[in-house]
């Protein structure tokens, strides 16, 4: 079956840009989706269609896809973005949605 | 804004089954071409998505959960279920629903309910 990997934590300081990675077998081919989960909360979706924002979310979460990883990016990073942050894609061979193992962004 | 809300025990034992329900309100359930999802959690773990069902009844289930579970639409009462049976302490999680779109391939899960924690223990 399809495995999204994300690297399990990510650190950065306040001001400064993180960059959460998810690596999949030409993932790239795929439409990618990403949400943010704080403790006790469900998800929040993010960014949608591997780059686009919905409505609400501040212009410092960007996506991009290709090759074998997609990546989300937040700059300006804020205290309040500190949260686990997973990926989402459709996989075709197992017929299911799949979600990356997720990364916590820790604020320093 | 369409909200959704998940209902159900909080506890239930080895073996048996599990029935929560998901009601939606701020919309029908019926309109625009959506599907309607659960995804769980275990305490500490990621994202699973179990199965999804269309208003007309359609399911898709994740292959690894296939055989337990059951997932329908109520659309007199704007609500969907899950049933998952055979349960065991694997099936300790928090269980969220959550609303996506028809095109599987592109689709995301754009409103979500708080969850609710089911803990399966004798």
């Known amino acids: 079956s399809y495995v999204l990997t994300q690297p399990p934590s990510v650190s950065v300081a306040p001001g400064k840009t993180a960059r959460i990675t998810c690596g999949g077998n030409?993932?790239?081919?795929?439409?990618v989706h990403w949400y943010q989960q704080k403790p006790g909360q469900a998800p929040v979706l993010v960014i949608y269609y591997d780059s686009d924002r919905p409505s609400g979310i501040p212009e410092r979460f960007s996506g991009s896809n290709s090759g074998n990883t997609a990546t989300l990016t937040i700059s300006r990073v804020e205290a309040g973005d500190e949260a686990d942050f997973y990926c989402q894609v459709w996989d075709n061979s197992s017929d299911r949605y799949v979600f990356g193992t997720g990364t916590k962004v820790t604020v320093l | 804004q369409v909200q959704l809300q998940e209902s159900g025990p909080g506890l239930v034992k080895p073996s048996q089954t599990l029935s929560l329900t998901c009601s939606v309100s701020?919309?029908?359930?019926?309109?625009?071409?959506?599907?309607w999802s659960w995804i769980r959690q275990p305490a500490g773990k990621g994202l699973e998505w179990i199965g999804r069902v269309y208003t007309s009844g359609i399911t898709k289930y994740n292959p690894s959960l296939k055989s337990r579970v059951t997932i329908a639409v109520d659309a007199s009462k704007n609500r969907f279920s899950l049933r998952l049976t055979s349960l065991t302490a694997a099936d300790t999680a928090v269980y969220y629903c959550a609303r996506d779109g028809d095109d599987s391939s592109s689709s995301y899960f754009e409103y979500w309910g708080q969850g609710t924690l089911v803990t399966v223990s004798s």
């Open positions: 030409n993932i790239g081919s795929n439409i």
């Open positions: 701020g919309g029908s359930i019926s309109s625009g071409n959506y599907y």
